[in-house]
């Protein structure tokens, strides 16, 4: 024995784990043979053996050495088929083991350890398997890793997705799609298609597409189409397969028991949602500002919030959550008013319920009733997302029909039939798609439901309810429904029983398949089984045919009784689906093997008689042949044999016609009798056949056989067949025979079953090309039945044929006309439908062709052209096309070429508008019904041409609607026409044309029940100005009626009312379909006839009853009048008990919003008329609203007579309907009856006394909505009218405010017609007399009256005169001030009438003119008097109208407005009398109670503003800062009070007051800086706050925030603004914020902030140039100082990286000030200590300025450019301070020089240099002047001779005469001046330096924002100091005194000394009085500087007054010096 042998039989003894892990291989080798034949040996599963063995594999099978790893696991293989599942605890480390070291060995090797792996699963241990498999595809070697995607591949196909969970696989497979490996690629595309073979194709697309490339994608696409179905498992688990031999034991004892196969046939259903991992959208949604966007006022924004939300929740499955709140919101965005932003939330909502699941079904109960409800809308796009969501929530299961029986119920009795009907067929989709469970459980509350709703009026609603009985019957059966059907009558239970009946024959017609034909039967792999190795990429196509199961329901389990709904298409599909494609290619077979097959199925002597040579030995064979063959009786499995032999024996060739008739006879009889006839047999005889149709002999039997053929297997085949035969056979005969039996076949079968584009090109190529006149007859006769199926659209694929040919085959259409529907096949195809391809016979059953292509983006963009030659070679190429396609086209691509040729119906070119109509016409008729999808409308487009005034286009219109009613129904247009009828832009030629139209096409049909939605608009237009078109509409209306149903018309009557009723009640007569009713309610009819036949006995104004053009008999209208009458009667009797008015739902806050506020008046449009009769149905008693809306004027006066006896009792009713009863009233004004006219104006002054005494005053909508119209129709034609007209206006301005009616009474004066405007002047008078006080700021419009003066009309000129002698008697001589520019004529006219108004006042002794207001203005005035005594006084002291009209206005009038809002308690009944009491009320009253304190204030702020020369103005610049001080405090109130909901009144008015403050330049000025700074705060943080456009108005509000702010720039104190505005630009202190409405940060709001305080410095900057002489440049540059200081140098450098905003802008200032003063502006540093260490930050700034600017030549170039040191530059160098201050002299002079050379500014220049000669009397001014001229240098002598006498006379710049004229004279032609700031003179413009709209204001509050030029005089007055401690509040008061020291430097010298003992000597200073000082100096100083104002339309003027010149334009180191004496300044 060798040594190795020994060693091997010692090793036997060694455990078996020595063994198997010994050093020598062999050793190892046998062990493993061993273990694997122990393992085979043991067939107990529970062996403890099997226990011992299993830890040992792990290591064997990681063996180095190959052949011995092969053989483990071989021993492992043995070991996994004898143990059972307890061995899977082994599995994990085995199996990882395996991954690591066998995937990569030889192929034998890797084909076991699949095998093991395999084995594994049978095993239970998939868990371990597939972690195994994790890793094997993370291998870095490409080799290993395609075995293991092969295991799950193999294994996911044996043993199914139930085994083997597909979730898994989906996760590993991504990783591998990008693999760089092509068979690692190719094998994860074969287990992606076995997975869509387990869980189907679109779950597997929508989880795995995304993550791959678009080149798998593509190459998968392709592959998917091999696969089809779902598959079932070919192997099972252990535990299963220990079950079967129990079952199969049993079924021997009992009998046949279910196995396991057939509970398993059916696939398990997979749900995708259990696929894919729970996504969290709730995080991602907080993130992405949801919350904001859906509060948003833009649509868009919400829109794309609410996306977003759909964005995220269309991930297929959602993680629950607390979605509460995203509900609430999305309820909310359901009803939003943009229908985009209701589309984006209902969609979200179904994402969100598909994604949820059950997780939903609390939000889903919540939501559904808002659902339901939205079910109203008609849009398609809101429709559909509704369907679709609410299908998704009972599909995901967040509902089931227990839960939504309530909501069912409510919806199906909601008033719109829409919702109903809708909602059943919902509830129908939800019956079918439920179990049979649920629906027994709930039929008997959902059946009650349906039977109410069969009842219902509406059609579709019934036949939604029939459909949700028949979905119940077909679930439960019919026995629930028995007793319900009982109550039908015959016709509805007739119905219903064939719905359920119809569902029925459905399901039992269509089998349902549980198990498919080419699923392999389950094979178990038994121990002995080989493992068959399954590759992956075998799945590709070409490599291995994918078998795959029938899909019943996609991913739904079969069950039986076929409970699922099964739709009878879906079942036709899936059968199809496992039919394989039937062979109809014959193989060859000879003669031998027909014999062999034939076996004993006939007897042989037949046969071999069959080849005999003699005929009748033939014939008798085939004689028995046909005998035996029709004695079979399983011919079915012959058939294809005996076939091959008849075309064998005797075969086709046979010569004897006998026995070539028996052969077809036989072959006749097989393809009749058999239930499936093969194609292939078809296909052996076809040849054959066809040429014994050409023998005449055979004729006959052959076309019969033909005709059989087509029954068993359907025509379409045998044509496609016999084409090919008859184009290539030489005999002729068998082409014009087989056309001759073509015709037979088509008039027998119809043409559904052919391929028509095939037949017709075979006729157009074949037939009829034929030289054979034969041939072509037939053809000729084959197109002529074609034609009787199809029509004559058939000529359009036949236009290029002959002309000849086409004038025969006309001949032979018109033999077989068209006759469509009517037209039915003699005879019907036998064969399976599944096998044939069937359309619909018919119009669309003629081939159409895809144009897609040809509609280039060139196409496109030509017909977008600029040049009309190109658009219109474009719309013909679009014709061309069209033909090309012979005029049958499919919708692909057509949209975007009709949104194209939309565009070119607006064209300019008309020629081209009329070829589009055309082209658009053939679009439709070539494409038919889908023309409507594909158009977007462009119908209602069409239907705008109408509306042109050529007779043509309309023409051409007309013939596209008739083109289009070709291709669509009727009423798919109807909606579109309804909508145009409505159309204003129509015309009325337009409306008559499409009125013929529809008149024309409904004469034609016999029953349209849509045609009812035209009656509304028919009858509107009987009440066109147009007689053709009432004659038009009539003539439809009759149409219509005739052909809607009865029913339809009855419900319609009930929602029509007024003038529609009684037209429709009158048409209706002649039809009697409606007797009946109106018979019933005449012997209800209560009331005398005599009185309603003699009310309607007469014939109306417009002609109601009258019949065409023939009047009624007189017995015929009485009875039709009191069948009217009691009709109205009884309804009368039946709501008398009812409310006259329903005001509880009325929201007049709603309808005032829709109002559009226009002074002119426009006719009411028909849209608006209706819009008020739908109102005053809602809002009105039936009986009322119905008198009120007749057209018989004499109901309309018994409805207004109903009104007059409510008005006492139902005031408060009437005044919240009071806007509907107005654009009533102007309705009736605008009609031409005056019975009915008089009637209202009777009752107008009534209801305004009404009014009067509800203390009611009209709202700003209610005066738009009436008087435009009242003033326009008050120059009524006849007298009494316009007389009741006159006093009714005059009565509207007396009880309402006269400024809210004069806007409307000026618009009157532009009126067309003469007697309006001369009304209207006259009015005018009116106001100025007895209102004058409240239209005081609108005076101007005078202008109007005065301008009528020049008219030609006598009447017009008579009344403008007299309304200005008026005028003349109450303002006098200041009328000359509003009149305007008039001519020498007009002057002299109104001369002559105020001279005549002077000389009757003096004969009544009434005083001069003017006098009344100069004393009415003394007594305003009179603050301490109370209002008795100034009444008493007063009233003896002027004339009576003007005082009574003053207190009238504003003691009562005004204050009425709002009694309601204002106290009684508060300042006595007539409000404030005074303006202390007024700033008291202001100050201290609620934001209601100050708005009178604010009427009193603006009316005298107008006052004094229209006399600036009295001493009103001065009594009110002293108390201004107070006011604005109030009304600054006031303003947080009242926009806070108005942010709790209330009206935004108060914050209107205290804006407006300020306003009407800072329009005066004196007022403005005399604000305090603190009090400018408290203002500006508030404005700027309220222009800021986001909750303000949210409030009432809020648009207008900030609109006015911003023009005050704007106005507060231009007319403030510069100085204060400048030095407010530095301070500002701090960070404010967080208690100043209003409260944060939103998350934002305090420092983002302060960024805000800061940016608005930098626009008002931007723009006070930019017109420093002009202002700088305005400004006190020491305090600005002071408060610059001070913000630097602040911010210290780290900061800056800090903020200047950081490129800071408030930072830039200081020193932007900063440079602008040292640009315009150049080294000057070193002498403005008096109130900067430029002494401190170190030195201040400013200097260094204004250093480097000088040295840029000197550098950039934008300044003369000084000294101190380069000096850098401040302090003691004298001490130091004292030739530099000698030379600097001569410099800067040398600079003053220069300057004021060139001011001397301007016009405008010579006066202040020689004042200047009169100063500095008084400064410095030592220096020569005249040698500063060498090179000017003489007449220069002596008129600066004179100049300073004058100034020296004006400074003895004590007189200033302001008021001195200029001592010489200067080149132009300075003049004012006018007193009304209005201060303008140079650079912008608008406040509109400025506007927009806040970025903010500049729309004018429209508050109508006394007097308007835009109101712009009021009078202002150049201001002199004096202005006393005051004892103020504010240093701001002492710019004003300086004064420089002369001083006598040489240079600059002295004075610094003196002014430290000064400085140092004021601050020893008075430690109190700042706090200190100013001493009195000299008043004579101050009169210039005032900072009120009015520019020269551009005026439109007049000549450039300037103001008299000069530039004012105060100390401030020289140096400030003198005002230092005085102020260091008084001890004004604290030392810094």
């Known amino acids: 024995m060798s040594e190795e042998e020994k060693l091997l039989k010692d090793a036997k003894k060694l455990p078996w784990e020595d063994r198997l892990l010994h050093k020598n291989w062999k050793v190892r080798n046998e062990a493993n043979i061993d273990l694997a034949s122990v393992c085979d040996s043991i067939t107990d599963p529970k062996d403890s053996r099997l226990r011992d063995f299993g830890p040992l594999f792990k290591k064997t099978v990681t063996d180095s050495n190959a052949p011995v790893q092969e053989k483990a696991l ?70 290993a890793v395609v075995p293991a995607v092969d295991v799950m591949f193999q294994a996911l196909s044996d043993f199914g997705a139930k085994i083997v969970p597909p979730k898994r696989i989906l996760k590993m497979l991504p990783e591998l799609f990008d693999h760089q490996d092509q068979n690692v690629r190719a094998s994860s595309k074969g ?120 964005k995220f929740a269309s991930t297929k499955r959602i993680a629950p959550g607390d979605f509460t709140e995203v509900c609430r919101t999305l309820k909310k965005l359901i009803t939003d008013v943009n229908i985009a932003v209701a589309v984006e939330a209902i969609q979200a909502i179904g994402n969100l319920a598909s994604g949820l699941r059950l997780h939903f079904s609390g939000s889903s ?69 439920s179990n049979k469970a649920v629906v027994l459980k709930v039929h008997k509350d959902y059946v009650p439901i349906f039977m109410e709703c069969l009842n219902d009026m509406t059609p579709e609603v019934r036949d939604a309810a029939f459909s949700a009985l028949a979905a119940i019957a077909k679930l439960v059966g019919m026995r629930p429904l028995e007793r319900s059907l009982e109550k039908l009558d015959d016709v509805r239970r007739k119905k219903l029983s064939e719905m359920i009946m119809g569902h029925e024959v459905g399901m039992s017609a269509v089998p349902v398949q549980t198990s498919g034909g080419s699923v392999p039967s389950l094979e178990l792999q038994a121990s002995e089984g080989a493992f068959v190795r399954k590759s992956a990429a075998s799945m590709l196509t070409g490599k291995r045919p994918v078998q795959a199961a029938p899909v019943i329901k996609k991913g739904g389990s079969i069950k039986s009784g076929a409970n699922k709904k099964s739709d009878g298409t879906g079942q036709l599909k899936s059968s199809k689906t496992i039919e394989a494609p039937e062979d109809v290619e014959p193989a060859e077979m000879g003669l031998e093997e027909i014999e062999r097959r034939l076996g004993s199925l006939l007897q042989l002597e037949i046969i071999s008689q069959l080849k005999s040579t003699i005929w009748k030995e033939r014939l008798e064979a085939i004689s028995l042949l046909k005998q035996q063959v029709e004695g079979l009786q399983e011919l079915d499995q012959s058939v294809e044999i005996l076939i091959r032999l008849l075309c064998a024996l005797p075969g086709w060739s046979e010569k004897n016609v006998q026995v070539q008739q028996q052969v077809i006879e036989v072959i006749t009889y097989i393809a009749s009798t058999v239930t499936k006839f093969p194609k292939k047999c078809v296909v052996l005889c076809l040849l054959g056949i066809s040429e014994r149709v050409a023998d005449i002999k055979t004729r006959a039997h052959a076309m019969k056989c033909l005709t059989t053929f087509c029954e068993a297997v359907g025509p379409g085949f045998i044509f496609e067949r016999i084409y090919k035969i008859m184009k290539e056979h030489k005999n002729p005969k068998v082409l014009s025979e087989g056309i001759v039996w073509m015709v037979s076949a088509v008039e027998d079968f119809g043409v559904s079953h052919l391929k028509l584009k095939d037949l017709i090109d075979f006729c157009k190529e074949t037939g009829l090309q034929s030289s054979a006149a034969a041939t072509r007859n037939a053809t000729i006769k084959l197109l002529g039945v074609v034609h009787k199926f199809v029509g004559p659209d058939i000529k359009g694929f036949l236009a290029d044929v002959k002309p000849a040919l086409l004038s025969a085959l006309d001949t032979e259409y018109e033999k077989n006309p068209f006759e469509g529907a009517s037209a039915v096949p003699k005879k019907t195809v036998r064969a399976s439908e599944s096998n044939l391809s069937v359309t619909v016979g018919g119009l669309d059953s003629l081939p159409r062709e895809d144009i897609s292509g040809k509609i280039t983006p060139t196409l496109l963009k030509s017909l977008e052209s600029p040049d009309w030659k190109v658009r219109l070679e474009s719309i013909e190429a679009v014709t061309k096309i069209l033909e090309e396609a012979n005029k049958r086209i499919q919708p692909t691509g057509t949209v975007e070429l009709f949104g194209a040729l939309r565009g070119r119906l607006s064209d300019s070119n008309k020629n081209l508008v009329m070829a589009t109509l055309t082209t658009i016409g053939s679009v439709a008729t070539a494409m038919g019904p889908a023309v409507e999808k594909s158009s977007k409308g462009i119908l209602s487009d069409v239907l705008k041409c109408l509306g042109d005034n050529k007779k043509h286009m309309r023409e051409c219109t007309l013939n596209a609607l008739d083109s289009w009613l070709g291709a669509v129904h009727l009423d798919k247009m109807v909606p579109c026409i309804t909508l145009a009828l409505t159309d204003t832009k129509l015309g009325a030629e337009g409306r008559k044309d499409l009125f013929d139209w529809l008149s024309k096409q409904l004469a034609g049909v016999s029953d349209f029940s849509d045609a009812v939605y035209l009656l509304k608009p028919a009858c509107s237009a009987m009440t066109d100005k147009s007689s053709d078109v009432r004659k038009a509409a009539e003539t439809c209306i009759n149409e219509i009626l005739r052909v809607s149903g009865q029913e339809t018309i009855e419900k319609i009557l009930k929602d029509m009312h007024g003038p529609a009723l009684a037209l429709v009640v009158e048409r209706l007569k002649p039809y009697g379909a409606f007797q009946e009713s109106f018979e019933s309610a005449k012997v209800m009819s209560v009331g005398p006839t005599s009185k309603s036949s003699s009310r309607v006995g007469k014939s109306t104004s417009n002609g109601v009853m009258k019949h065409g053009n023939r009047t009624m008999p007189s017995r015929a209208i009485v009875t039709k009048g009191s069948k009217t009458e009691s009709v109205t009667s009884v309804q009368d009797i039946a709501v008398q008990s009812h409310a006259l008015f329903y005001v509880k739902d009325s929201n007049k806050e709603d309808r005032e919003r829709m109002v559009v506020r226009r002074f002119k008046f426009e006719e009411p449009r028909l849209e608006q008329i209706q819009d008020l009769e739908n109102d005053m149905m809602r809002y009105l008693r039936e009986d009322l609203h119905r008198r009120l809306l007749s057209t018989d004027f004499k109901k309309q006066v018994e409805g207004l007579e109903m009104l007059q006896k409510a008005l006492p009792s139902l005031a408060k009713e009437i005044i919240e309907v009071l806007d509907v009863l107005l654009r009533w009233f102007v309705l009736q004004f605008c009609k031409s009856n005056t019975t009915c006219l008089l009637k209202v104006l009777e009752f107008l002054p009534e209801l305004f006394d009404t009014l009067k005494d509800e203390a009611y005053s009209l709202t700003e909508s209610e005066a738009a909505i009436f008087l435009p119209c009242l003033i326009e129709k008050s120059g009524h034609n006849i007298e009494k009218v316009r007389e009741k007209m006159r006093e009714l206006t005059k009565q509207i301005v007396t009880i309402c405010s006269a400024s809210k009616s004069f806007p409307y009474i000026l618009e009157g004066l532009r009126s067309k017609n003469n007697r309006t405007r001369i009304e209207c002047v006259d009015l005018v008078g009116f106001i100025i007399d007895h209102h004058g006080a409240e239209i005081s700021g609108q005076l101007k419009s005078l202008q109007i009256v005065a301008s009528l003066t020049a008219e030609r009309d006598g009447e017009i000129r008579k009344a403008a005169l007299n309304t200005l002698a008026l005028g003349y008697k109450i303002l006098g001589e200041d009328i000359w001030r509003y009149v305007g520019k008039l001519t020498d004529a007009q002057k002299s006219m109104l001369d002559d009438r105020f001279k005549w108004k002077v000389r009757e006042m003096e004969k009544k002794k009434e005083g001069r003119p003017g006098e009344a207001r100069a004393a009415l203005r003394r007594s305003v005035r009179e603050n301490s008097s109370d209002v008795a005594e100034q009444s008493g006084e007063v009233s003896r002291s ?237 305090r600005i540059l002071q408060s610059i100082h001070l913000y630097l200081q602040d911010l210290g140098m780290e900061e800056i450098r800090r903020r200047a990286g950081a490129d800071d905003k408030p930072l830039r802008m200081v020193k932007t200032v900063l440079h602008e000030l040292v640009k315009l003063r150049g080294a000057a502006i070193k002498g403005h540093l008096s109130m900067v200590p430029i002494d401190m260490k170190p030195q201040p930050i400013i200097l260094a700034y204004i250093d480097l300025n000088l040295e840029t600017l000197a550098a950039a030549r934008m300044l003369t170039s000084s000294g101190p450019g380069g000096q850098t040191h401040w302090g003691d530059s004298v001490a130091n160098n004292p030739s530099s301070g000698t030379h600097s201050a001569d410099a800067q002299l040398k600079q003053e002079l220069a300057a004021i020089f060139k001011k001397i050379g301007d016009k405008q500014t010579c006066t202040i220049g020689l004042y200047e240099l009169y100063r500095i000669t008084q400064l410095y009397p030592k220096v020569d001014i005249f040698s500063q002047l060498q090179n000017a001229s003489e007449a220069f240098r002596t008129y600066i002598r004179d100049g300073l001779a004058q100034m020296e006498k004006n400074a003895a006379a004590g007189r200033t710049p302001a008021s001195l005469p200029m001592p010489t004229p200067p080149p132009v004279a300075l003049t004012i032609s006018s007193p009304d001046f209005t201060p303008l700031s140079p650079v912008h003179t608008n406040a509109l413009n400025d506007a927009k330096s806040l970025n903010v709209k500049s729309d004018p204001t429209n508050f109508n509050l006394p007097p308007s924002y835009s109101e712009d030029s009021r009078a202002i005089n150049a201001l002199t007055s004096s202005r006393g100091f005051t004892s103020e401690n504010s240093l701001g509040d002492q710019r004003n008061e300086r004064f420089i005194t002369g001083v006598t020291s040489g240079t600059l430097d002295a004075i610094r010298e003196r002014m430290r000394s000064m400085q140092l003992a004021a601050a020893a000597g008075n430690p109190d200073a700042g706090s200190r009085p100013l001493m009195s000082m000299n008043d004579s100096l101050n009169h210039g100083f005032s900072s009120q500087i009015p520019h020269a104002s551009d005026r439109s339309g007049a000549e450039n003027t300037v103001q008299s007054g000069v530039l004012p010149m105060d100390e401030k334009a020289l140096s400030g180191l003198q005002a230092r010096m005085e102020r260091l004496k008084s001890g004004a300044i604290e030392h810094l």
């Not at 387990?198 to 190459?219: A, C, H, N, Q, Y």
């Not at 509000?1597 to 100085?1615: F, P, S, Y």
Request: aromatic share 6%; proline share 4%.
């Open 1438 to 1674: 002027v004339s009576g109208p003007i005082y009574s009209s003053y207190r009238k206005n504003y003691g009562h009038s005004e204050l009425q407005m709002d009694r309601q809002l204002v106290p009684q308690s508060l300042a006595g009944v007539n409000g404030p009398t005074d303006w202390n009491e007024a700033l008291d009320i202001i100050s201290f009253g609620s934001p209601e109670q100050s708005v009178e304190g604010m009427k009193v204030v603006c009316h005298e702020l107008a006052q004094a503003t229209s006399d600036p020369d009295g001493s009103a103005m001065d009594e009110l610049v002293k108390d201004s800062d107070r006011l604005v001080s109030c009304l600054a405090n006031k303003v947080a109130k009242t926009f806070d009070f108005s942010l709790t909901g209330a009206s935004s009144r108060s914050c209107k008015y205290v804006l407006n007051t300020l306003m009407q403050t800072f329009q005066n330049k004196r007022l403005a000025h005399a604000v305090k800086e603190s009090t400018l700074d408290s203002l500006i705060t508030e404005l700027l943080l309220w222009l800021l706050d986001e909750r303000v456009p949210h409030m009432d108005d809020g648009s207008q509000l900030l609109k006015a925030l911003n023009v005050l702010m704007l106005k507060i720039l231009d007319n403030a104190d510069r100085t204060s603004s400048f030095v407010v505005l530095i301070n500002l630009l701090r960070p404010l202190d967080p208690s100043r914020w209003p409260s944060l409405a939103s998350n934002e940060s305090f420092a983002s709001r302060n960024q805000k902030f800061s940016d608005l305080v930098v626009k008002c410095l931007i723009k006070l900057t930019k017109v420093l140039q002009s202002t700088i002489y305005e400004v006190d440049l020491d």
């Open 191 to 310: 287990l992606t298609l076995e997975l869509c073979r387990w869980i189907g194709k679109d779950p597997v697309k929508s989880i795995l597409f995304e993550k791959m490339r678009d080149t798998m994608k593509k190459e998968l696409e392709a592959e998917l189409v091999n696969v089809t179905g779902t598959a079932k498992p070919s192997r099972k688990i252990r535990s299963e397969q220990d079950k079967e031999p129990e079952q199969e034991a049993m079924s021997e004892v009992v009998g046949p028991v279910p196995t396991a196969e057939s509970s398993t046939d059916a696939p398990p259903e997979i749900d995708e949602y259990e696929l894919v991992d729970p996504v969290d959208i709730l995080t991602p949604l907080e993130k992405s500002g949801f919350w904001d966007g859906v509060k948003a006022t833009k649509w868009s924004e919400r829109k794309d919030a609410v996306a977003e939300l759909t």
């Open 74 to 143: 071989d021993a492992l293989i043995a070991f996994l088929r004898a143990a059972d599942a307890d061995a899977a605890r082994y599995a994990k480390e085995i199996c990882d083991a395996i991954v690591s070291k066998c995937l990569t060995g030889r192929p034998k090797t890797v084909e076991k350890a699949q095998a093991a792996f395999m084995l594994w699963v049978e095993l239970e241990a998939v868990d371990a398997f597939l972690d195994a498999m994790e890793k094997g595809i993370k291998n870095k070697v490409a080799k």
């Open 365 to 433: 109960r919540f939501l559904l009733p808002v659902l339901l409800e939205k079910l109203k809308e008609k849009k398609p796009t809101l429709m559909e997302s509704l369907t679709q969501t609410l299908q998704a929530m009972h599909r995901a299961g967040c509902l089931n029909l227990v839960d939504i029986v309530e909501d069912v119920r409510t919806a199906t009795k909601n008033k719109v039939p829409l919702v109903r009907s809708l909602t059943l067929n919902w509830v129908t989709f939800c019956t079918e798609t």
